[in-house]
């Protein structure tokens, strides 16, 4: 597609339980990125892939939080054991190389934990 | 995490006025970006500097890159009602390993007709 796609728009899941967002990056694009945006904040960087590795996890805040990029094109996030603190908006953004320029982000999944 | 110190938190401003905002950081980066975020949406890129002391204009968007690298400046001129929204700074260090935007807290604009 032409942009950054973002699957579901928006997910409601109960304390405890797993869910997985998807990001389809735009078609060529070698670098994916994932932020986490709470209310009235700014985004805060989560991981990096160039390419299928994830390059730089370190902003994941805790292990309950994984992603994965198998094929260097769509990345899920997944998240274990959903606390309401988790709520928020994940954005997901790509770049068609690895140096951070040209960053094109999604419109992102409203996580709502209850 | 870490986030820039943006202001003012809000602006409610009339038609066809100036504004401006600011950014500023305990960390020094090698490169200032400005987004705009509407509701609902992604943040879109406005500007990008890339050199201390650095000015540069989009329309009626100029922005400042600061001489100590840790604060950056955004104007908008003649304000008009489509500039409602949350304008958020960012720095990073282009050419490191990640690449990765630290954020300001975002300044919410709104403009009465």
């Known amino acids: 597609g032409a942009g950054v796609s973002q699957t579901p728009s928006n997910k409601v899941t109960e304390k405890g339980k797993y869910v997985e967002l998807r990001c389809d990056p735009i078609?060529?694009?070698?670098?994916l990125y994932w932020y986490r945006q709470s209310l009235g904040q700014g985004p805060e960087f989560l991981i990096y892939?160039?390419?299928?590795?994830?390059?730089?996890d370190s902003g994941l805040p805790n292990d309950r939080f994984f992603a994965v990029r198998p094929e260097g094109s769509v990345s899920t996030l997944k998240i274990q054991r959903t606390e309401r603190g988790d709520s928020a908006v994940y954005l997901c953004?790509?770049?068609?190389?690895?140096?951070?320029?040209?960053?094109?982000f999604g419109s992102g999944t409203r996580l709502t934990v209850v | 995490g870490q986030q820039l110190n943006q202001s003012p938190q809000s602006m409610f401003i009339q038609e066809g006025e100036d504004v401006s905002m600011n950014c500023t950081s305990s960390?020094?980066?090698?490169?200032w970006l400005w987004y705009k975020q509407d509701p609902g949406e992604g943040p879109v890129l406005l500007i990008a500097?890339?050199?201390?002391?650095e000015l540069t204009s989009n329309g009626r968007l100029t922005a400042q890159f600061g001489i100590t690298r840790k604060d950056s400046f955004l104007n908008i001129s003649a304000s008009i009602p489509s500039d409602v929204g949350i304008y958020f700074c960012?720095?990073?260090?282009?050419?490191?390993?990640?690449?990765?935007?630290?954020f300001g807290t975002g300044t919410l604009l709104a403009v009465q007709p």
């Open positions: 960012a720095g990073m260090n282009y050419g490191g390993a990640t690449n990765k935007l630290i």
């Open positions: 892939f160039q390419g299928t590795g994830a390059a730089d």
């Open positions: 078609s060529g694009h070698t670098a």
């Open positions: 960390s020094i980066f090698n490169t």
């Open positions: 953004a790509s770049s068609p190389r690895g140096d951070g320029l040209g960053y094109t």
């Open positions: 500097l890339y050199k201390a002391g």
